[in-house]
């Protein structure tokens, strides 16, 4: 391989880097409030809450792992024959690079 072709592979690989450790983060934050929401569906507990306890306890599961930026009223919560239906719904846009953005559109119905 040529030295052209070594760097060219070489930004390629920074570039994927770069790509995965803005994005993936994303997706973690994401599963994570999916897992507390889904954790009080399982257990019957949401059927219970108010949309503001639903919110608290997203809330505190976030702070506890330092996310900082998740708007709680993103989290709907409705019920249907006694039974909770919360709605995620947000998105997050991150600066790639320079004037480029990666936006991540979320909308997710747990039931």
Same mark, same amino acid.
């Given at each position: !391989?040529?030295?052209?072709?070594?760097? !060219? !592979?070489?930004? #390629?690989?920074? @570039?994927?880097?770069?790509? *995965?450790?803005? +994005? +993936?983060?994303?997706?973690? =934050?994401?599963? #994570?409030?999916v897992g507390v929401? &889904? &954790? #009080?569906? &399982?257990? *019957?507990? @949401? @059927?219970?809450m108010s949309t503001t306890e639903i919110r608290q306890r997203v809330s505190n599961t976030l702070r506890i792992n330092n996310i900082t930026d998740f708007d709680l009223s993103s989290i709907k919560v409705r019920?249907?024959? =006694?039974?909770?239906?919360?709605?995620? @719904?947000y998105e997050r846009r991150i600066e790639l690079v320079a004037n480029l953005d990666v936006v991540a559109k979320f909308d997710t119905v747990l039931q």
């Open positions: !391989m040529s030295k052209f072709g070594l760097l !060219m !592979m070489f930004i #390629l690989i920074v @570039a994927c880097i770069t790509f *995965g450790l803005k +994005v +993936v983060p994303l997706y973690v =934050d994401h599963n #994570l409030i929401c &889904e &954790e #009080l569906i &399982e257990n *019957g507990e @949401a @059927a219970k019920k249907e024959s =006694d039974q909770a239906i919360i709605t995620i @719904a």
